[in-house]
């Protein structure tokens, strides 16, 4: 409510739950005393609070975010592909919020970021930045300025190179923790080719992207982080945007033996760095 979203009816069990909100917003809403048990029946936690809202689905175009919000705001955008966990994106949007990303695009196949476990986890971050959903990949560049550089979070587990170039011959896993053996591939001159079944549809050539890690400097003006599912991984075309826009792939290394860290915790760190290099940059010059 506090970040302007339109309350239509409220449930509530307790009379004294409403001194607890806005009442300036409470004007407009349908008001519905009812006892506790039902709302226990309602919910689909397990340790309901007594008091459930009903709000308008926003639009983000006509959305009017928290000032606060829109002041630090950063050129640095977020893509969630194939993210299909409620929990993981909710706190994947809170993450986004709290760096001050400017926009989320989710690509179909991402759940619903108004699925209700997303709404929780999310945190209110629903409202405060623009989230567009249900994206085609070939849509998606249309929501980046064109200037925008992509980059990728991705899990590679071998040992890389200063100059972050690949090893040619060496056998790699390109999707952000997947390890679905029919991902691996293996470079020949300038592409990246999948090892697997040439007839199977899925194993595409790989664009070649340049990988470095995620704490060297990336973040040098309007930016767009894309990171994947925890089943399947980047998606081809999201490795295409990286390679148009002149973008990389940015790797967590983890101690030996672990394999790769859960996509809501990996975006965190990546956009985090992020925030840190776009504001070191703001205050360079």
């Given at each position: 409510?506090?970040?302007?979203?339109?309350?239509?009816t409220l449930?509530?069990s307790?009379?004294?739950?409403?001194?607890?909100?806005?009442?300036?917003?409470?004007?407009?809403?349908?008001?519905?005393?009812?006892?506790?048990?039902d709302?226990?029946?309602?919910?689909?936690?397990?340790?309901?609070q007594g008091?459930m809202?009903?709000?308008?689905?926003p639009?983000?175009?006509?959305?009017?975010?928290?000032?606060?919000?829109l002041?630090n705001?950063?050129p640095?955008?977020l893509?969630c592909?194939?993210?299909?966990?409620?929990?993981n994106?909710?706190?994947?949007?809170?993450s986004a919020a709290?760096?001050?990303c400017?926009k989320?695009?989710?690509?179909?196949g991402c759940?619903?970021?108004?699925?209700?476990?997303v709404i929780?986890a999310?945190?209110?971050?629903h409202?405060r930045l623009p989230i567009?959903?249900n994206l085609?990949w070939?849509?998606?560049g249309n929501?980046?300025?064109?200037?925008?550089?992509v980059?990728?979070?991705?899990?590679?587990?071998k040992?890389?190179?200063?100059?972050?170039?690949?090893t040619?011959?060496?056998?790699?896993?390109?999707?952000?923790?997947?390890?679905?053996?029919?991902r691996i591939?293996?470079?020949?001159g300038?592409?990246?080719?999948s090892?697997?079944?040439e007839?199977d549809?899925?194993?595409?050539?790989?664009p070649?992207?340049p990988?470095?890690?995620y704490?060297?400097q990336?973040?040098?003006g309007?930016s767009?982080?894309?990171?994947?599912?925890?089943?399947?991984?980047?998606?081809?075309?999201?490795?295409l945007?990286?390679?148009?826009?002149?973008g990389?792939r940015l790797?967590?290394?983890?101690?030996?033996?672990?394999?790769s860290l859960n996509?809501?915790?990996?975006v965190s760190?990546l956009l985090?760095?992020?925030r840190?290099?776009?504001?070191?940059?703001?205050?360079?010059?």
């Amino acid at each position: 409510m506090e970040a302007g979203a339109i309350l239509h009816t409220l449930f509530f069990s307790r009379v004294d739950q409403l001194k607890m909100l806005p009442s300036d917003k409470l004007q407009k809403a349908n008001l519905v005393k009812v006892k506790f048990q039902d709302i226990d029946l309602w919910s689909d936690v397990v340790a309901p609070q007594g008091i459930m809202g009903i709000f308008r689905k926003p639009d983000h175009v006509k959305m009017k975010f928290p000032e606060t919000q829109l002041k630090n705001t950063l050129p640095l955008s977020l893509v969630c592909d194939n993210i299909r966990d409620p929990g993981n994106l909710g706190t994947i949007l809170r993450s986004a919020a709290g760096a001050g990303c400017n926009k989320v695009l989710l690509t179909k196949g991402c759940v619903d970021a108004w699925e209700p476990k997303v709404i929780r986890a999310g945190m209110g971050a629903h409202f405060r930045l623009p989230i567009i959903n249900n994206l085609e990949w070939d849509t998606v560049g249309n929501y980046l300025s064109e200037n925008t550089k992509v980059f990728v979070g991705d899990n590679y587990w071998k040992t890389v190179p200063h100059e972050a170039e690949f090893t040619p011959g060496k056998a790699i896993d390109y999707g952000w923790i997947s390890n679905d053996p029919r991902r691996i591939g293996y470079i020949e001159g300038d592409d990246y080719y999948s090892s697997g079944d040439e007839g199977d549809e899925e194993l595409q050539d790989i664009p070649r992207v340049p990988i470095q890690q995620y704490h060297e400097q990336w973040a040098r003006g309007p930016s767009a982080l894309v990171i994947g599912g925890e089943t399947h991984g980047l998606s081809i075309e999201s490795l295409l945007l990286a390679k148009n826009s002149r973008g990389r792939r940015l790797y967590i290394p983890v101690v030996p033996g672990i394999e790769s860290l859960n996509s809501a915790m990996a975006v965190s760190i990546l956009l985090f760095e992020g925030r840190r290099q776009l504001l070191q940059l703001e205050s360079s010059s």
